[in-house]
């Protein structure tokens, strides 16, 4: 399986790494080009509006969102949650997303730079040392929307369909937990 990681902006390298320790090829996606060659996309951490901004400029705003709706199986954290929502809240007027899950996000929910923590949770029944740099949380989800993990009760990971969304930082951490499920539960068969 070839995964997509979404370079144009953000910690795109640590997912890569993650990737590459799960056993996974990885590629780095700035153009159509290398999004059609892939299997699976990681859309990562860094600045919502930034990424939306250049996937716009590199011409793969559109290819992406018609390859979600393809049911390209994608993962997106913190900044990829947020452009993984069919809503946000707190965003900047007009602010797009590739969406495709039913959820509503609101960026920066935990606070600004400085408000960054650290927590351990529960993801999808095991435990978990979460990184959040400021992250948003899930604040309503529809029917399909499966949550995954919750802190301080606010949903920070949810699946719908071949989507995964965290609001945290799994490829900070050495714990491969995430981008295994993404893997062995969603991408499985591909």
Not at 22 to 45: I, Q, Y
Not at 83 to 96: E, F, H, P, T, Y
Not at 108 to 135: C, M, P, T, W, Y
Request: with cysteine; hydrophobic share 45%; aromatic share 8%.
């Amino acid at each position: 399986m070839i995964v997509g990681v979404l370079a144009l902006q953000g910690d795109f390298r640590e997912h890569i790494a993650a990737t590459v320790s799960c056993g996974h090829s990885a590629l780095e996606v700035r153009t159509a080009a290398d999004l059609a060659k892939v299997d699976a996309l990681v859309v990562p951490g860094g600045e919502s509006t930034t990424i939306i901004h250049l996937a716009e400029l590199f011409d793969l705003y559109a290819p992406i969102k018609s390859r979600i709706a393809e049911g390209l199986p994608v993962y997106g954290s913190c900044a990829g949650m947020i452009l993984l929502a069919d809503r946000i809240v707190d965003g900047k007027d007009g602010q797009k997303t590739f969406g495709g899950i039913d959820m509503t996000v609101r960026r920066n929910a935990f606070g600004r730079q400085v408000d960054s923590f650290e927590s351990d949770l529960k993801f999808n029944g095991q435990s978990l040392h979460a990184v959040f740099i400021r992250a948003p949380w899930v604040e309503e989800v529809g029917k399909e929307v499966q949550v995954l993990s919750e802190v301080a009760g606010h949903a920070v990971a949810v699946r719908q369909g071949n989507l995964l969304a965290t609001s945290f930082h799994p490829e900070l951490t050495a714990d491969m937990a995430v981008h295994t499920y993404f893997f062995d539960e969603i991408c499985k068969g591909r």
